[in-house]
């Protein structure tokens, strides 16, 4: 029986032989090779068809943005693992990301120089503004994480130097804390949300007291004498100033949004009483 079964193969591949080819030709037909994934790094949402419309061009400018500040993330959350784990191969991953923040930087501005040749509302000359300064705050963040973050990353590597278990501890609390901010910010930016953008900038201020916090804490265990914090100490307290930096940047979209809507004061952020509603965007600010 089991002669059989394979006797009758053979002959069944030997009578089919002949017609391979065509059934190769009529598969790739019926099932054609899937397109190669889009390059993430390419501009996606910017519209040609819709330059002379700005507000639908415009809209299709802050998407790119978002999707530039995708990049802009993942480049952040990548050099945490650099400096976790000394790696690096993922260094120069990361300072190769930056040349596509670059590229869609400068894709974005191009095609906003295009859109504002069209006549604008005040509103749209408002929010292309908006995209045009906060593409620029990401393009500057790109620049840190590549020229300042990673070329710290590779002077711990070549000298060898690790952080203190406490002071690794301040540096990933105090990254996770710009990520959270990171995420805060582009919703402010794609939503133009008043609260939100009082939360944001509320948030640099807290930001900026624990930064505070973790370099005590860093320059108490030099007092203690302990040789890792000594060591690593320049590293460290360059990688919590470039955080910081960072978080300034993201925490700028808010400026714009707070002032179209009243709520700044000579560069600083209204006191409101609890329960008070934000200050429509027009109407005069009291004191």
Known sequence: MINFHTAFNL??????????????????RVLPDQAEAADTNKPRHLDASVIDTPSEALA???????????????????????FEKSDARL????????????????????????????????????????????????????????????????????TRSTFSPEGLDDIRRFH?????????????FATRDVSLARRLLAEKATTRVAELEAADSHFERLREGRLVS????????????????????????????????????????RVRKAGTPPIAPGKPATS
């Open 176 to 188: 996770a804390r710009v990520m959270d901010n990171a995420r805060l910010a582009f919703n402010v």
């Open 230 to 269: 000594i060591q690593s100490s320049a590293i460290h307290l360059d990688v919590m100033r470039d955080l910081k930096r960072i978080n300034s940047h993201l925490t700028a979209v808010a400026y714009p949004i707070l002032e179209v809507a009243g709520e700044l004061r000579e560069s600083r952020l």
């Open 60 to 82: 299709c400018a802050m998407r790119e943005t978002l999707h530039m500040g995708d990049l802009v993330a993942e480049m952040l959350r990548r050099a945490l693992v650099v």
């Open 11 to 28: 002959v069944v591949a030997l009578l089919f032989l002949p017609f391979v080819g065509a059934v190769a030709v009529l598969a790739q």
């Open 91 to 158: 260094v120069k991953e990361v300072e190769k990301s930056d040349n596509a923040v670059d590229e869609l930087h400068e894709a974005i501005k191009l095609y906003l120089v295009k859109v504002s040749k069209s006549e604008m509302s005040h509103e749209e000359s408002q929010r292309y503004v908006e995209i045009l300064t906060f593409t620029t705050n990401l393009e500057h963040i790109g620049d840190i994480v590549d020229k300042n973050l990673m070329e710290l990353a590779t002077k711990k590597i070549k």
